[in-house]
């Protein structure tokens, strides 16, 4: 099993996705989001991902020779076209544009239509943060949650992030998805052709199941229930809905060549730290003490950053099937 440096993994993947026929600078945006996850402990964000990504620019699902493009139909407001490509070179300029726009009015929003797979939503958020904003990203993603009673899935699992700067400290990342676990759980799990636990999905059926693959042909049991998929409904309505994106319904799979392109959505919203109360930061800094200064408890975001530092050090470790499957794309 190799063990990449950062820099290492990063030339490995732009390498890949350059063979397959994505833009070179597009291919360093992927690379950079996909070797943060994989340094971060989120695996199912990480490398793995080439393989479906490299197929996909193959097969045309993703163009990887699209070109990001951008306007602003109001002041406060950043309309961006992914234009089929990746997402994360349109997340990337919304990250680059943004904190003037709210600097400037106080909050800011960037809408990404035409787009594709967000990965490690908490990666855009946590830049924003460590520019002194306030930042929310709403994802919609395709189909894989059915509504609550329900047995036709019509959510993805759409995930949700926030981060927010403190003083002196790492900001705190939240980054979940609305499904009980990610679906990239489910899809590691059919790769080493292992069960799943019971209570992550449900088959074709609708009945609980512990094979991967029943799960991945059937529906994502959602966080919280009910209350999962009224969340998802949201991010649907501002991730889809309002940006002009395809809703899950609509949009074909992340993980396989087959179809046209998703053309899924992101919403960010990003407000100045300072645009209501002077002292924000610090009251934040408050509230982040009085749960770090608890045996046991700690901030949503330190595993990753914990995670982070030892991969920078270390390297990371890159099974031997995996780059066999990523020299063989």
Same mark, same amino acid.
């Given at each position: 099993? @190799?063990?990449?440096?950062? %820099? ?62 951008? %306007? ?31 600097? %400037? ?61 403190? @003083? ?46 029943a799960a991945l042909d059937g529906t994502m049991v959602p966080l919280g229930d009910a209350k999962g998929t009224a969340l998802a409904l949201m991010v649907e309505l501002l991730a889809a809905g309002l940006t002009g994106a395809r809703f899950a319904g609509e949009a074909s799979s992340f993980l396989d060549a087959v179809g046209d392109p998703p053309g899924t959505g992101q919403l ?50 890159? @099974? ?10």
């Amino acid at each position: 099993m @190799p063990n990449l440096s950062i %820099e290492a993994a990063e030339a490995v993947a732009v390498e890949t996705l350059v063979r397959c026929g994505t833009a070179p600078g597009a291919a360093m945006s992927v690379a950079r989001a996909l070797v943060g996850a994989e340094a971060d402990g989120l695996k199912t964000h990480g490398l793995m991902r080439l393989i479906a990504y490299g197929e996909q620019v193959k097969a045309g699902k993703v163009v990887g020779t699209a070109t990001v493009s951008a %306007e602003r139909p109001r002041p406060g407001l950043l309309a961006i076209d992914a234009a089929y490509g990746f997402a994360y070179p349109a997340l990337d300029h919304a990250v680059a544009v943004l904190p003037a726009i709210a600097r %400037e009015q106080g909050i800011a929003a960037a809408a990404i239509r035409r787009s594709h797979h967000c990965g490690a939503a908490g990666r855009s958020v946590e830049v924003l943060a460590d520019q002194g904003l306030v930042a929310i990203l709403f994802a919609n993603a395709p189909a894989s949650m059915a509504p609550w009673g329900g047995t036709r899935p019509v959510f993805g699992t759409n995930p949700i992030a926030f981060a927010c700067p403190l @003083p002196g400290h790492a900001p705190i990342v939240v980054d979940l998805s609305l499904s009980k676990v990610a679906r990239g759980n489910i899809i590691a799990a059919k790769q080493r052709g292992e069960p799943i636990p019971e209570g992550w999905a449900l088959d074709a059926a609708g009945n609980p199941t512990t094979d991967a693959a029943a799960a991945l042909d059937g529906t994502m049991v959602p966080l919280g229930d009910a209350k999962g998929t009224a969340l998802a409904l949201m991010v649907e309505l501002l991730a889809a809905g309002l940006t002009g994106a395809r809703f899950a319904g609509e949009a074909s799979s992340f993980l396989d060549a087959v179809g046209d392109p998703p053309g899924t959505g992101q919403l960010i919203l990003a407000i100045d730290v300072s645009a209501f109360a002077g002292n924000a930061t610090e009251r934040f800094g408050l509230l982040a003490r009085s749960i770090e200064e608890q045996d046991g408890a700690r901030l949503p975001g330190a595993r990753r950053f914990a995670l982070r530092a030892r991969a920078a050090s270390k390297g990371i470790a890159v @099974p031997d099937a995996l780059m066999a499957q990523i020299e063989g794309l």
